[in-house]
């Protein structure tokens, strides 16, 4: 009898310990331009509306909103006992405003004899972004940093920009002030896809790949200091401002997106870590 008892407790205590485990934790928040971090044990598929997401081993995932995202937005998680969590986002459409920039008509118009290298260049960076997905580690676990020392923000992520007085690109990043030569860092643990040196637009700039989709960009920069299929750090050295490519002065472009979907940059630094 007394064994019998000691069983029936122990039955018990497994009942509790998996409704706990069942528990999701999410960090990041649902609006255009935002991402979602999500965390749980016994996953076993996760998809946004029809999307599948990447699951890791550890049951993290990440899944993001772009710039221009609106409307009803499910998330479905099957656990391994068959059970289903369903979460529903409400996403508004956001503004963001303009930009009027004065810059050098090469940048406008490219002339005819760069049209060969700008093309030759796109293709390059098409080709290191196909890459990226096929990373099923959540390598961005280690939670996000600022890329530089002093943060200043001078152009916005989302904002249509005015050249010379025509409305032209969006900005798909964000614009952080910095001086010739400021420190540039990761802003979490990922693998160089691309160290491009000298592109018409980008000028010297990294690519990072950081699992599941996830990548960072940082544009315009004085000096690499890593290597194609290097892995880095949150925090490690990477090169240093500069004002490279298609920019009027020093400072640090700072591009994020989740496959290809525009993600707001300044949504990540307030996930410091993932517990
Ligand atoms: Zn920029």
Not at 156 to 161: D, E, L, S
Not at 237 to 258: C, D, E, M, N, Y
């Amino acid at each position: 009898m007394k064994h019998q008892k000691f069983s029936y407790i122990f039955i018990f205590f497994l009942a509790i310990s998996n409704i706990l485990s069942q528990e999701i934790k999410f960090y990041g928040e649902a609006k255009a331009g935002g991402i979602i971090i999500g965390q749980g044990k016994n996953i076993k598929a996760a998809r946004l509306n029809e999307k599948p997401l990447i699951v890791d081993k550890s049951g993290t995932f990440i899944f993001g909103f772009d710039r221009n995202a609106k409307g009803s937005f499910t998330l479905n998680i099957k656990l391994t006992n068959k059970k289903t969590l369903k979460y529903e986002y409400e996403i508004e459409k956001r503004d963001y405003g303009e930009q009027s920039l004065v810059i050098q008509k090469k940048y406008i118009r490219p002339p005819k004899r760069e049209l060969k290298r700008i093309k030759n260049e796109t293709r390059i960076i098409k080709t290191a972004r196909k890459k990226i997905g096929k990373v099923k580690t959540a390598l961005y676990s280690a939670g996000f940093s600022y890329p530089l020392d002093s943060i200043k923000v001078t152009g916005n992520f989302g904002v249509q920009r005015i050249l010379n007085n025509e409305p032209h690109n969006i900005h798909n990043g964000v614009d952080f002030e910095g001086a010739e030569g400021d420190s540039v860092y990761a802003i979490t643990d990922g693998i160089v896809r691309l160290a491009g040196e000298n592109f018409y637009y980008n000028g010297n700039f990294v690519l990072l790949d950081h699992g599941q989709g996830l990548s960072s960009i940082y544009l315009h920069l004085s000096k690499i200091f890593v290597k194609k299929n290097q892995k880095v750090k949150k925090g490690e050295l990477i090169g240093l401002v500069g004002s490279t490519g298609r920019s009027t002065s020093p400072h640090l472009h700072l591009g994020v997106q989740w496959f290809n979907k525009r993600i707001d940059p300044m949504s990540l630094f307030d996930i410091k870590e993932l517990n």
